[in-house]
């Protein structure tokens, strides 16, 4: 396996991004890398877009396939990828220029990690920065407390794995309709794999229109939940459940259990929503979606207000 990195991004119809985030693919400072692009059967015109640029820089590699989904169109990508480290980026989000360079730097320096991310800015459908959020990894402490949201909120597009360690774990599993990341996250640290956090901001994640409808989020939040439970189980050697049973357990929980839950999950939805809103200048909205995210979660939402905001104003 060569000494480099392959960046892997899948598209599905995201003509209106993706140009942007090829650009600054490569725009990198670092010459050694691959950029493998898995148009996942869309139907506008990504495809043109990709082969225009295949055309001209023969760093491009781009694969076509029936829409099956990120797990699996991310999947076949790495699994012809030609580098040993393998970064991902979403196709509506950017990288800064020295992405590639300052992570290989930093992953290179640290042998016994596996995953390396770093933080990363809020920028709005028309490339305005409107905010930014910091990575917070202790693997160590969320394995000793059972709280795997210590080291499973990581941002996709910040990420520069080992491809080794990605094969080991079997890499995303592709019947998960939501969060096929953070299960992998899970899975690369209940197997051994370690996480470590660059603390420089050096990818732009795009919050744009297309919001997720209120029943959609809530099986993202379920999964997300039956993800963490099957962390916690792993780590204290229990079988792993099914979705179905993971389910079942959550009905037969105690109705303030499942009132405390649905609180927490309400204020989350609303905070991103409202995130979404600000980006757009929606700011009525926005006012309106955070109120209700306050009332449902005080502590937890004016605490993620006030990250935000102080790390908006460092790199406004």
Not at 3 to 27: K, P, Q
Not at 82 to 106: G, K
Request: glycine residues 6%; charged residues 25%; hydrophobic residues 40%.
């Amino acid at each position: 396996m060569k000494t480099g990195i392959s960046v892997v991004m899948t598209v599905y119809n995201g003509e209106r991004f993706v140009a942007e985030s090829v650009e600054s693919v490569l725009s990198q400072t670092m010459p050694e890398f691959e950029l493998i692009v898995v148009d996942d059967g869309s139907t506008d015109a990504s495809a043109a877009i990709l082969e225009s640029y295949a055309r001209r820089d023969s760093r491009i590699r781009i694969l076509r396939r029936q829409h099956a989904g990120v797990p699996a169109a991310a999947n076949a990508a790495i699994r012809c990828a030609s580098y040993d480290l393998i970064a991902r980026t979403d196709s509506d989000d950017r990288m800064l220029p020295q992405r590639l360079e300052r992570q290989m730097e930093f992953l290179s320096g640290r042998p016994d990690a596996h995953i390396a991310c770093s933080n990363c800015l809020f920028i709005n459908a028309g490339g305005k920065r409107i905010g930014a959020s910091s990575c917070q990894v202790d693997v160590a402490r969320g394995k000793r407390e059972l709280r795997p949201s210590l080291f499973l909120e990581l941002v996709q597009s910040t990420v520069l794995m080992r491809k080794d360690a990605f094969v080991a774990v079997g890499g995303y599993r592709e019947d998960l309709a939501y969060a096929e990341d953070r299960d992998l996250w899970g899975r690369f640290v209940t197997s051994g794999f370690s996480i470590a956090c660059q603390k420089e901001f050096l990818a732009e994640f795009r919050l744009h229109g297309g919001a997720m409808t209120m029943r959609r989020a809530a099986l993202q939040h379920q999964i997300c939940s039956y993800i963490d439970e099957n962390v916690r189980r792993r780590l204290q050697g229990k079988p792993e459940l099914s979705l179905g049973e993971f389910q079942d357990i959550w009905a037969r929980q105690p109705w303030p259990s499942r009132m405390r839950q649905n609180a927490r999950f309400f204020a989350l939805h609303a905070f991103k929503r409202a995130s979404r809103q600000y980006g757009e200048g929606q700011y009525w909205k926005c006012a309106l979606s955070l109120a209700a995210a306050v009332s449902l979660n005080p502590a937890h939402i004016v605490g993620r207000v006030l990250n935000r905001i102080q790390h908006h104003e460092a790199h406004a």
